[in-house]
């Protein structure tokens, strides 16, 4: 394309006449447009001198300008939008309007700073001297290149969405009257993260993380306007936003240009890791960074004075030399933010109901995205519309359009870009009650039978999604090493991430969806359901909340895809639903139970037509007696029973577990509190590799035939306070790796024989008071490589180190949990 094509007067003059028309129609676009003509006429005469000097510039050049002609382009389209939208629609036009500001602003700084329009009419009358010229500009030119490119209106890809959203991030900033700063919950973040920038000559990369919406880019802006700081870096304050689709080459160069006040060098990657001496004091602040690949290429490692800001709902760990966490705001704050979207004040008015103001933001609960938004939704509402809307929120469901495109539809960016395997597991969050805590044991089981995973990859997706702030991990102070039980680690999420969840599991017809969920407790099934129900459901998953539920209560419905059943109820009676028999393809089903009480479970004849049935979970359940017609499941490998009734609701002494389960793998039964005895049965369980039997504080012994269980790996028995001894027999088992007796108080001694598990890698015996000596034995373990302890025994191991080089002794204080408890 030549020049006289490209720099494109035509299009110049296109868009002059549509910016006449718009400052006849839209009243809100009026005074932008003004200003747009005012700064294109002055472009005009250069563009035709341009125009008619008939020289061709360089294909670089002309690239450059390529890619600025295609952004008028773009600005023309955003004109014929303007005026096509129809004057009812003040949303519509209000988006345009903010889009027109920022094409005015970019306008602006091309007219102004960036490429001057003499240096371009210049450059074509001195050809000789044009290489000089514009390496020069250079710099300038990828820097308009990246600023504009983010613009894309009316193109695919999305960019005035990703500038609208964040729009709402900076809401709090403005003000009707007068740009008044409303600051509600920032005075905590202001006040450390400037500890950490001002007077640290030692830190070079300071991170602030959080989910989005909690107002990460506020705090960061916030930063770069006080006093304190500007006077720190002596103005020195550069401000860039890299998104998920940056262009490093652009923003390398903002960086340098920035840095060295337009100086005539070519940037590469190499430059902007070399040791340089400016010495001047500089803040460069790096906002919505989504990736470490490129983080790294815009870092200055070793500039003195140069520090940078990285804002990011990602934790950098390897990079972030301090950091500091968004905190949801207090309740007091949180009021104050959404009264002030509300009513334009940051009190609850007089004439208000305060009560339902509470409710409402109890909904939000705290993120300062979800009060902005949902505020404004409701400004002006009556009354009735905000008890819908309260309604609503309790439902999962959004309370208006705009609180769809602007919370949901925000939140929903944030997951846009995760690879599909990671949003799905996300989606799957939906599928277990508000304000709960997600046990891990459940999600990497789910995982790992309907995403094909290992769980190795199941475990990782749930790092990724933590470090994206999509949900948090909770996990007891043992937790975290290679044989640790994920039971011990908790998942939890903030309730606006587990409605865009629900929000985006909810697209399609209600038939066909890939997950059939409840978002909240119900007396019944929901009437929605019963309609459909003439049609078979396709749902993978399928999720219930409910109270106590009879064999009338259900009605038939026919699920041919479902893997994964969950049942979550309130009751201590609970009739399983018939309509499993209809879930020809279920792999997982779990039961857990809500309530104070044990549930004793009715209908247990669906155990006989569940062929493919892989994992049971039973949480604060009366086990069941399995009836004698019990068809075998042969393809059940995991059962964990979570604060069960056990002794009182059967005679498990009875219950032949190898018949009804041959291939079990891993048995987990934790705060089963009136466990007295393990089944006998259970020796005969010859493919379990896992034997969990943990916080079962009355359990005496276990069985003495133990040791026939050849394939065992792992064996915990922390926290049993009664247990007595170890069978004899235990060192039958060859290939054991792993013994936990954590916590075991009265245990008495390690077993002789001990010396015989060649495998043992590890043993977990802190807090085992009553162990004052170790078997001769123990030297024997050439494997073992780590041992915890107190510190009472620990010199005992130590003399066994002189037999055992490679071991590790870790001595550790008393720990003592109580947070199962909270639930």
Avoid at 487 to 495: A, P
Avoid at 578 to 602: D, E, G, Q, R, T
Avoid at 665 to 675: A, K, P, Q, R, Y
Wanted: net charge neutral.
């Amino acid at each position: 394309m030549a020049v006289t094509d490209l720099f494109a007067g035509e299009i110049v003059t296109e868009l002059l006449k549509h910016l006449l028309s718009v400052v006849k129609k839209s009243a809100l676009c009026r005074t932008t447009a003004e200003s747009l003509l005012k700064h294109l006429n002055q472009l005009l005469p250069v563009i035709e001198e341009v125009k008619y000097s008939g020289v061709e510039l360089p294909q670089s050049r002309q690239t450059q300008l390529d890619r600025f002609s295609e952004d008028l382009r773009n600005g023309l389209e955003l004109c014929k939008k303007i005026l096509a939208s129809g004057r009812w629609n003040v949303y519509r036009h209000l988006q345009l309007a903010r889009k027109m500001e920022k094409l005015e602003k970019k306008i602006s700084m091309f007219m102004d700073r960036m490429v001057p329009g003499h240096v371009l009419a210049d450059v074509h009358h001195l050809r000789y001297d044009v290489a000089e010229r514009f390496d020069r500009v250079d710099a300038s030119a990828r820097l308009i290149e990246q600023r504009l490119g983010a613009l894309k209106i009316g193109m695919e890809g999305g960019g005035w969405l990703e500038e609208e959203m964040r729009r709402m991030e900076e809401l709090e900033e403005r003000h009707e009257d007068g740009g008044v700063n409303l600051g509600v919950g920032l005075k905590d973040g202001m006040k450390k993260v400037k500890e950490m920038v001002i007077g640290r000559d030692d830190v070079g990369v300071i991170g602030i993380c959080g989910i989005g919406g909690s107002g990460k880019t506020t705090l960061a802006r916030e930063i770069c306007k006080d006093d304190q700081v500007k006077r720190y870096f002596d103005n020195r304050i550069l401000f860039l936003t890299v998104s998920q689709s940056p262009n490093v080459e652009g923003l390398r160069s903002s960086i340098w240009e920035f840095l060295y006040m337009g100086a005539n060098i070519r940037v590469s990657q190499q430059n902007l890791q070399c040791e340089w001496n400016v010495g001047l004091r500089t803040l460069m602040v790096l906002d919505d960074v989504w990736s470490l690949s490129v983080l790294e290429q815009l870092l200055f490692k070793r500039m003195p004075g140069c520090m940078t800001l990285v804002v990011s709902r990602i934790k950098f760990p390897t990079v972030f030399n301090l950091s500091y966490e968004m905190q949801l705001l207090k309740n007091d704050e949180a009021v104050a933010l959404f009264c002030y979207s509300a009513f334009g004040q940051k009190s609850i008015p007089i004439s208000a109901n305060a009560t339902l103001i509470k409710e409402l933001v109890n909904e939000c609960k705290g993120l300062p995205l979800a009060l902005k938004v949902i505020g404004a939704s409701l400004r002006g509402q009556d009354q009735m519309y905000w008890m819908s809307a309260k309604n609503r929120l309790l439902r999962g469901e959004p309370i208006c359009e705009s609180h769809e495109i602007d919370l949901l539809e925000r939140m929903k960016f944030s997951i846009a870009y995760l690879p599909e395997k990671v949003k799905e597991c996300f989606l799957d969050l939906a599928s277990f009650p508000e304000d709960k805590k997600i046990p891990l044991d459940v999600l990497i089981n789910m995982w790992v039978e309907i995403h094909d995973l290992d769980e190795e990859e199941a475990f990782a997706i749930l790092i990724e999604l933590s470090e994206k702030h999509l949900l948090s991990l909770m996990k007891e102070a043992r937790a975290g090493d290679l044989y640790s039980s994920y039971f011990e680690i908790y998942v939890t999420q903030h309730d606006v991430l587990r409605d865009l969840a629900l929000h985006l599991s909810k697209d399609g017809n209600i038939n066909q969806r890939k997950r059939l969920l409840m978002p909240r407790r119900e007396q019944g099934l929901l009437k929605e359901w019963e309609r459909r129900a003439d049609q078979p459901f396709n749902a993978q998953v399928v999720s219930l909340h409910t109270g106590e539920m009879r064999e009338m209560d259900w009605f038939p419905m026919q699920f041919p895809e479902a893997e994964v059943l969950i049942l979550n109820f309130c009751s201590n009676k609970y009739c399983l639903p018939p309509f499993i028999n209809n879930m020809p393809k279920l792999k997982a089903l779990i039961l857990i139970n809500h309530s104070n009480s044990h549930a004793v479970l009715h209908n247990l004849s669906v155990f006989n037509n569940m062929p493919n049935l892989r994992s049971l979970w039973f949480e604060r359940i009366s086990v069941p007696q399995f009836p004698e017609t019990t068809i075998p499941s042969v393809k059940t490998r995991k059962i964990s029973l979570i604060l069960c009734k056990m002794n009182s609701s059967s005679d498990l002494s009875m219950v032949d577990f190898p018949w009804i389960f041959p291939h079990l793998t891993e048995l987990t039964m934790d705060h089963c509190i009136d466990l007295a005895e393990v089944p006998k049965s259970i020796c005969g369980l010859l493919s379990l590799k896992r034997l969990s039997i943990t916080n079962c504080h009355i359990l005496r012994k276990l069985p003495a035939d133990l040791g026939n269980l050849g394939s065992l790996e792992i064996l915990r028995l922390y926290a049993c306070h009664s247990l007595l001894t170890l069978p004899p027999g235990i060192h039958e088992l060859v290939w054991l790796k792993y013994l936990d007796i954590a916590q075991c108080g009265t245990l008495a001694c390690l077993p002789e024989g001990i010396g015989k598990l060649m495998r043992l890698e590890k043993i977990d015996m802190r807090e085992c008071s009553s162990i004052r000596k170790l078997p001769n034995s123990v030297k024997l373990l050439q494997s073992l490589h780590r041992v915890v302890c107190d510190e009472e025994i620990s010199t005992k191991w130590r003399e066994v180190q002189a037999a055992i080089p490679q071991l590790h002794l870790q001595v550790v204080e008393d720990f003592c949990s109580l947070d199962w408890l909270t639930e």
